[in-house]
């Protein structure tokens, strides 16, 4: 007997070319939220954030690119890897939480939506392809694929195109630590039903919304800087109760969808999480593996990128997903009938994952 099962057939990423280092911001100066002076030489702050986060420096897009164009290079070479016809995609779906900003403003333009632009940059005629964005923090891609799989399990779509793209660059404050994070970039996949002797590609998922006092731990504030425009907003987040709120509730997340996949955690191959903090994934993925009972050396399980591209918010996981599947990281493979855990955790506060057999 066959099922039809939600696979991922092809995916597609666009990193940016402009590398920022580390030690380009040893002569910003940084301000505290309460606007005090950050008294302390670049380098100390530099290295200690290096510590914290894993970070050793990131990509920024272009000053003639935005949001949608580079989503529209990710969604090109995505449709490439799995050489389909774009015409008979059902949807485009966009994740992203700011939309296009163009460089040197600060303002979000999302009219019209920039899944309807990248439907027009990439030729898709066809009127029945439904083009939409969704805003649902930094677990917006995985989000988005979870809509797909419903679509597709429910009959009412069989091939869909999910977008993860962000450029925080546009929305940082320089003035705050937290800029260092942020990066820019895109990461695409087709997700489509397709007929299989038995269960896999996606094999059960979890999603939560934690919105009280949790609600504004990631925000939009005015820039730290004193005497600043209180009008003018900047991605703004609380990053200790963000730690604290991720440990606590993502390996049950976590935990939850591999409960319902049936699949013994022995069996579990890779696990990509959101790219937002080496030590913080670290501590997740390990209280993850505690609740059962598991000490598990994590390194040739959950593969990371934020060294080196930093924190791209929705495009951070399908970018690590394509970069392990066209040989990026060499030191990590996806291989037949692999099991892997996709998880987020972000703005909302939201998090979600899925347990998926390759």
Same mark, same amino acid.
């Given at each position: 007997? =066959? ?120 030729? +898709? ?24 799989? =419903? ?11 999910? +977008? ?63 005497? =600043? ?24 997340? /976590? ?35 505690? /609740? ?56 909302? /506060? ?9």
């Amino acid at each position: 007997m =066959s099922n039809i099962s939600t696979l991922i057939t092809g995916s597609g990423s666009y990193i940016p070319t402009v590398i920022i280092k580390n030690n380009d911001f040893t002569k910003q100066t940084f301000f505290e939220k309460d606007n005090t002076k950050v008294d302390r030489p670049g380098e100390i702050t530099v290295n200690q954030f290096r510590d914290i986060t894993g970070i050793a420096e990131r990509r920024w897009v272009n000053e003639d690119l935005n949001t949608s164009d580079i989503a529209a290079i990710a969604a090109e070479r995505a449709i490439e890897s799995a050489g389909i016809d774009r015409e008979t995609i059902d949807q485009i779906i966009v994740a992203h939480n700011f939309g296009n900003v163009i460089k040197g403003t600060i303002q979000t333009d999302v009219v019209p939506s920039l899944a309807a632009r990248v439907k027009n940059i990439i030729g +898709i005629k066809n009127p029945g392809c439904i083009a939409y964005d969704i805003i649902f923090g930094c677990p917006g891609w995985l989000q988005g694929v979870i809509q797909a799989h =419903s679509y597709i399990i429910s009959g009412m779509a069989k091939r869909c195109l999910v +977008i993860g793209a962000e450029t925080l660059s546009r929305v940082s404050d320089k003035y705050d630590r937290d800029t260092m994070i942020f990066s820019d970039g895109a990461g695409a996949t087709i997700i489509e039903g397709v007929e299989t002797a038995e269960r896999k590609g996606i094999l059960s998922t979890a999603a939560v919304t934690h919105s009280n006092e949790e609600l504004y731990y990631l925000y939009l504030g005015k820039s730290n800087a004193p005497e =600043s425009d209180p009008f003018v907003r900047y991605i703004k987040m609380h990053g200790r109760k963000i730690y604290e709120y991720s440990l606590s509730h993502v390996p049950a997340a /976590m935990k939850t969808a591999l409960d319902k996949s049936g699949v013994p955690v022995e069996k579990v191959k890779k696990i990509l999480i959101h790219q937002a903090n080496e030590k913080m994934d670290e501590a997740i993925v390990k209280r993850f593996y505690k /609740m059962f009972g598991m000490r598990p050396d994590i390194s040739g399980i959950m593969p990371m990128n934020i060294q080196k591209l930093g924190n791209s918010s929705v495009a951070t996981i399908p970018t690590l997903y394509d970069m392990i599947m066209k040989d990026m990281l060499t030191e990590h493979s996806i291989n037949e009938n692999d099991i892997i855990i996709f998880a987020s955790v972000g703005a909302g /506060m939201n998090i979600n994952a899925i347990v998926y057999k390759h």
